[in-house]
C-alpha cells in the first residue's frame, strides 16, 4: 500500500483526543511542524518515529510540561489548555515514563497519593489511601503490599506504580513512553496484560516505543512522524513492520546478515578466569581483530559529555565526524545531551574512535534509539571490524546480538554458559544457554 495514502486525514466528529497543526520549537530547531492526527476513544494508538522526531516534545505538551507556539489539543471535542503537569492529571491524562520516576523513600502508598493526598481537616487518611492503593494493586494484579518502600520493587513493579499513580485518579487517557526499556519478556508480558485490560474498561492508549514488535502486538493503529511532521495514521492489519520502518525514516533498511568473522589467530584481547564476586566468577573470553563478540546475558545508558571545540583543527574534524556519521545536531558547539537518543549514541561512538582504539567496548549501544540509529550505529560498528578493530558488544537485545555478532558469549548468573558461532547462534539456542539450569563451562 502507498505510504502516504493515510498522510491526509479529516477529523472524526466522535474522535476522541485530537491533534490539531501543532508546531513547537526551541530556537532555530523546529521540534513540530503542523502536526495533526486523531486517537479514538478506547483504542490503542502508536506513536513512532526516529529519535529527534518530535514524539516526546508532543507529549509533553499533551501532559501540561510545555506549552505548544501554535495548535490545539482537543478531548472530546473541548480545548485541552494545559498550563502544567497537574491540571493534565485533573483532566484525566496519566504519564507512564521511560525512566521510572518514583520516590524511593516512600511506600508504594505514598507515591501513589503524592501531590495528591486525602485529608480531613488537615489530617491525612490514611487507612482510606492504604486501602484504594491495595484495591489498585490488586486490579493490576501486583502481588506487593501497600506499605513495602518503592525502593525495595523491582524495575517492573516500579513502572507498573506509575500506572497505578495514573488510574488512582480516573485516568481517561494514559500515555506510555518508552515502558519496557528496563524490563524482561516475563514482566513486559505482564504490563501488556494490563495494558490490554485497561483498553477493555475503555482507557485510550497512546504508546510511544522504538520496539515495533511491541507496537504491533498491542496498537490498533500507528501514527508515525519524521523530522517533527505528520507522515500519517496507519491501520495495523494493514502494514507490515517494513512499512512502517520506511514511514520512520524515509527509505528502506537493507536486510543484514552476519558475515563469517576473517580474524587473526592472535586475540586482541583475552580475559582467562576473571572474578568479581558477587557479580561474576571465573569468565573467559576472547576479542580478535576484526570480530564482533556479542554477550548478552538475561538483565545497565551511555553518558553525554560536554565537548569542548579547541581549535580550528579539531572543529574541522568535528563537524566531518558530524557530516560522516549523519548526526542531527545545529552546530558542533551543542551540548550532546541536547541531541535525541540516537544522536547522542553516535556522539559517544564518534568521541572513542576519534581516539583510534584498537579494542571497542560497547555497553547496550541502541538502548532506547529507533531503527533508523540503530541501523547506522551497527554499520559503524560493522565497519571498524572490517577495518581491524576488536569489538565486544554487551546487549540485552538479542535481535541485535544475533544481527550483529560474529560469536556470543552466554551468560547466566554471573557464569559463561557457552559460546554460539554462526549457524548454531539462533535464539532458541541462546536462550537455551541463557535460562538453562547451571553447569560449568568448559
Not at 424 to 437: G, N, R, S
Request: charged share 25%; with cysteine; glycine share 8%.
Amino acid at each position: 500500500m502507498p505510504l502516504e495514502s493515510h498522510s491526509k486525514m479529516s477529523h472524526k466528529s466522535m474522535a476522541g483526543l485530537e491533534f490539531r497543526d501543532v508546531h513547537k520549537s526551541f530556537g532555530a530547531v523546529k521540534a513540530l511542524r503542523g502536526v495533526s492526527f486523531t486517537v479514538e476513544e478506547g483504542e490503542s494508538h502508536a506513536l513512532v518515529g526516529e529519535n529527534g522526531a518530535g514524539k516526546s516534545t508532543l507529549l509533553k505538551m499533551l501532559a501540561g510540561i510545555l506549552r505548544a507556539d501554535s495548535g490545539e489539543f482537543y478531548w472530546h471535542g473541548d480545548r485541552l489548555d494545559l498550563g502544567s503537569p497537574r491540571e493534565g492529571l485533573e483532566r484525566g491524562i496519566g504519564m507512564v515514563y521511560q525512566e521510572t520516576l518514583c520516590f524511593p523513600n516512600l511506600t508504594v502508598t505514598g507515591n501513589i497519593f503524592a501531590g495528591r493526598e486525602l485529608t480531613t481537616g488537615g489530617r491525612l487518611r490514611e487507612a482510606e489511601m492504604r486501602q484504594r492503593t491495595r484495591a489498585l494493586l490488586d486490579e493490576l494484579h501486583l502481588s506487593i503490599d501497600p506499605d513495602d518502600v518503592a525502593e525495595s520493587l523491582s524495575a517492573a513493579h516500579r513502572q507498573l506504580l506509575q500506572v497505578a499513580r495514573a488510574l488512582a485518579f480516573d485516568c481517561r487517557i494514559l500515555v506510555l513512553d518508552e515502558p519496557t526499556t528496563s524490563l524482561t519478556d516475563a514482566e513486559a508480558d505482564h504490563l501488556f496484560a494490563v495494558l490490554q485490560k485497561l483498553k477493555r474498561r475503555g482507557v485510550t492508549l497512546l504508546y510511544v516505543s522504538h520496539r515495533l514488535p511491541e507496537v504491533f502486538r498491542l496498537c490498533d493503529r500507528i501514527t508515525v512522524l519524521r523530522d517533527g511532521a505528520y507522515v500519517g495514521t496507519f491501520p495495523r492489519d494493514e502494514v507490515t513492520h517494513d512499512h512502517i520502518v520506511h514511514a520512520m525514516v524515509g527509505r528502506d533498511l537493507p536486510p543484514r546478515t552476519v558475515d563469517a568473522a576473517r580474524h587473526a589467530e592472535t586475540p586482541v584481547l583475552e580475559i582467562d578466569g576473571l572474578t568479581r564476586r558477587p557479580y561474576f566468577t571465573a569468565v573467559s573470553l576472547s576479542v580478535h581483530s576484526r570480530e564482533i563478540v556479542g554477550l548478552f546475558g538475561l538483565m545497565r545508558r551511555a553518558t553525554s559529555r560536554d565537548v569542548l571545540i579547541r581549535s580550528r583543527k579539531e572543529r574541522r574534524e568535528a563537524e566531518d565526524l558530524v557530516h560522516a556519521w549523519r548526526i542531527k545536531a545545529p552546530g558542533v558547539e551543542v551540548r550532546p545531551d541536547t541531541l535525541s537518543g540516537g544522536n547522542q549514541q553516535k556522539v559517544v561512538l564518534a568521541k572513542w574512535l576519534a581516539t583510534s582504539p584498537r579494542v571497542l567496548l560497547l555497553d547496550e549501544p541502541t538502548k532506547g534509539v529507533d531503527v533508523g540509529a540503530k541501523f547506522e550505529i551497527h554499520e559503524i560498528v560493522r565497519r571498524q571490524a572490517a577495518d581491524g578493530m576488536a569489538c565486544l558488544v554487551v546487549s540485552s537485545d538479542l535481535p541485535e546480538v544475533l544481527a550483529l555478532a560474529h560469536r556470543i558469549v552466554v551468560m547466566r548468573e554471573g557464569r559463561v554458559q557457552g559460546t554460539l558461532v554462526g549457524a548454531d547462534a539462533t535464539e532458541q539456542a541462546v536462550m537455551h544457554l541463557a535460562t538453562a539450569e547451571h553447569r560449568d563451562a568448559s
